[in-house]
């Protein structure tokens, strides 16, 4: 949720990707973006599980989703073709790579530190990956199955705004509690300007995180009462072209 210290470019520069399309640079209305192969592959998460794929081919297992030796077996391909917008030939690659990284069916939060320690090595992501790997821990047990590793990425690389709006709100209330306040807003946006370390262009003072917190925060609590709820925070976005273009950010942090 920045504008002008350019992180979200800064961002694309640490990933050496290019701003995402659909995604205008300067401050032109925010468009819905394209959802084509090459920007699927921008993503950390989806990265790390296509790297992950070995050459051999796929047998009908992997094609069901079914494996006997995994503790968690997912749902059927096709109930998960439905869930999320992923095609079946994704579905079976995300799986072949998420069977080889987690051979129990289960992510746990320390794979997530060090995935976005390799994707970002000049920052310090431990406490971003912690976050985000809560923002996908939805019954907070503290390992996420493939069904929801894979309904989530669904949602925050091709859902909808308000879906995705949805997400990043979800991310931003970190203790669950259905509301945002202030403090939780720039514990987020702190770990996301850590995460960045040396790739933020122009560098980013001490100060930054604070003042777009302070800025975003007043627009998003309209009624005064020190905390942002949902309906808040989704109306504010959708009518605020620079909120909306800020949330390319996450196409290109998760």
């Not at 709006?165 to 807003?185: C, H, P, Q, S």
Request: charged share 30%.
């Amino acid at each position: 949720l920045q504008k002008d210290s350019k992180v979200a470019d800064g961002v694309g520069g640490a990933n050496g990707v290019e701003v995402g399309p659909g995604r205008k640079k300067d401050c032109g209305k925010w468009q819905k973006p394209r959802f084509t192969r090459k920007a699927l592959m921008r993503c950390c998460l989806v990265r790390w599980i296509i790297a992950s794929t070995g050459p051999k081919e796929q047998d009908s297992s992997d094609s069901d989703l079914e494996l006997s030796s995994v503790r968690h077996q997912p749902e059927g391909l096709e109930q998960l073709q439905s869930q999320t917008k992923f095609t079946r030939k994704e579905l079976q690659s995300l799986y072949r790579g998420f069977k080889n990284e987690c051979p129990s069916g289960l992510v746990d939060e320390e794979t997530f530190k060090t995935i976005y320690s390799q994707f970002f090595p000049q920052g310090d992501a431990t406490t971003y990956a912690h976050f985000l790997f809560n923002a996908f821990d939805l019954d907070r047990n503290g390992s996420i199955r493939f069904e929801d590793f894979v309904i989530g990425l669904s949602v925050l690389l091709r859902g909808s705004v308000t879906e995705k709006l949805n997400w990043a709100f979800n991310l931003y209330d970190i203790n669950k509690d259905g509301y945002i306040t202030k403090e939780e807003m720039l514990l987020i946006m702190k770990s996301i300007y850590d995460m960045m370390g040396r790739y933020t262009y122009p560098t980013v003072r001490d100060e930054a995180p604070s003042e777009h917190v302070e800025k975003f925060f007043q627009k998003m609590d309209r009624n005064r009462d020190g905390v942002v709820t949902i309906e808040e925070f989704i109306e504010t976005c959708q009518k605020d072209e620079n909120i909306m273009s800020s949330m390319q950010l996450f196409e290109n942090v998760i």
